[in-house]
């Protein structure tokens, strides 16, 4: 079983990072997740053909549990982590990939987002995002138990979905 978590911050070693990596535990608590922290590639994301980028995209198609983090920004998800999504081909980019959604933002106000934003996306790129997605308050979530709520919950379904994955690919 492999795990990556895609984390769309433009800021190094963010929240966004530590949230993405405690749902990605809770999931997964067996397997040490692989950590793309997309602002380290700079601009990079900007043209076709580099090599790190390539690394990261292969890195990400050869999982079966992916756990994509983006801070709200704008209402959405990040311009970062859109510039890495276009590197997948439409449609099958991602097939055989369980995607999960993970945003962050300061209030409510965008709790819908990680599903009627980024999980589209996801989807279009060829995953497979079955688990609703998450959205977390960037300020509390490390001790309002909402990752562990949702990770207690989804465990099973993400084990299932992704080994089934990984057998089709077998």
């Known amino acids: 079983m492999t795990v990556t978590v895609v984390v769309g911050n433009p800021k ?28 380290e590639f700079g601009p990079a ?17 050869e999982s079966e549990l992916v756990v994509v983090a983006s801070p709200t920004f704008k209402a959405t998800y990040t311009g970062l982590l ?3 999504l276009e590197q997948f081909e439409g ?15 300061a209030g409510p106000a965008h709790a819908l ?13 060829g ?8 959205y977390l308050s960037d300020r509390t979530f490390t001790e309002d138990g909402a990752i562990d709520a949702y990770t207690q919950r989804w465990r099973p379904v993400a084990q299932a979905l992704a080994a089934g994955k ?5």
């Open 45 to 61: 994301l900007l043209s076709w053909g580099d090599e790190r980028v390539g690394a990261a995209v292969r890195t990400v198609r």
């Open 166 to 170: 990984a057998v089709e690919h077998a």
């Open 12 to 39: 190094p070693a963010s929240r966004t990072l530590d949230a993405g990596t405690l749902v990605a535990r809770g999931l997964r608590p067996d397997v040490e997740s692989t950590v793309l922290d997309l602002v």
């Open 127 to 134: 995953a497979t995002a079955a688990l609703p997605g998450l």
């Open 91 to 105: 449609g099958t980019g991602l097939a055989g990939v369980v995607a999960v959604p993970v945003m962050l933002g």
């Open 82 to 84: 859109k510039l890495f």
């Open 113 to 125: 987002a990680p599903d009627l934003l980024l999980k589209p996306v996801l989807v279009e790129i």
